[in-house]
């Protein structure tokens, strides 16, 4: 797990809240992705395109006029639930237009009592970094391996990796971000949790190579 799209709206008045959620999931060493600087992009197209890049969503839905949430705000938490992200409202008391969050987590937000949001907050990011793994460096073997895929690293996926799922179902391939390093290349792996079982595969133009199901071991050897 690499990254949480915060949804909240831009005001003055819950700029500190949105700071300290902010600030919550940086200190588990995850990015903050938001609506903020689209650069004059389509905005639906943008913060969609931002949603789907995010491994998480956390829906801030704060009162505006006449206790009710920012439109775009509650856009947002439905493109969540649509592209299926893991998703956590946090609905502030009172709030009038909070739509129902059937099958996902929610929590009330008491502006008198931030610390126990902000703890509550903390716990749903750590059960999701045990469901969605995070981001491993493993290198690369054995030598004539890493010689074919140093001279095919412009190809599209050139090193795919694949999990073993619980009850023994392959997950879809997904491609390896490839770091050529001095004495060797290092591939970028997501979603890998301490459970994980993996495997490698390496394409070119004329051959397949494929290692060994292994676990999260740094060193992958192919053959």
Request: proline share 3%; charged share 30%.
């Amino acid at each position: 797990m690499e990254s949480i799209f915060l949804s909240h709206h831009f005001d003055n008045e819950i700029a500190p809240v949105v700071e300290s959620f902010k600030r919550l999931i940086e200190s588990h060493d995850l990015e903050v992705i938001d609506g903020r600087r689209l650069e004059g992009r389509l905005v639906i197209d943008e913060v969609k395109s931002r949603i789907e890049e995010a491994d998480a969503v956390i829906v801030f839905l704060s009162k505006r006029e006449a206790g009710k949430t920012n439109e775009w705000v509650s856009h947002e938490r439905s493109a969540a639930q649509t592209l299926g992200k893991p998703l956590l409202a946090i609905i502030e008391q009172g709030l009038t237009n909070a739509a129902p969050f059937g099958g996902f987590e929610s929590l009330q937000y008491d502006p008198a009592k931030l610390a126990d949001t902000l703890l509550d907050i903390s716990e749903s990011i750590f059960g999701w970094k045990l469901q969605l793994g995070e981001q491993i460096e493993a290198l690369l073997e054995p030598e004539d391996i890493v010689t074919t895929v140093r001279e095919n690293a412009d190809r599209e996926g050139v090193v795919q990796y694949r999990l073993l799922g619980k009850r023994g179902k392959w997950g879809k391939w997904k491609k390896a971000v490839v770091i050529p390093r001095p004495g060797g290349v290092s591939l970028l792996l997501n979603g890998v949790t301490k459970k994980s079982e993996l495997q490698i595969k390496v394409t070119t133009n004329n051959r397949i190579w494929n290692s060994d199901v292994i676990n999260r071991d740094l060193r992958i050897l192919v053959s």
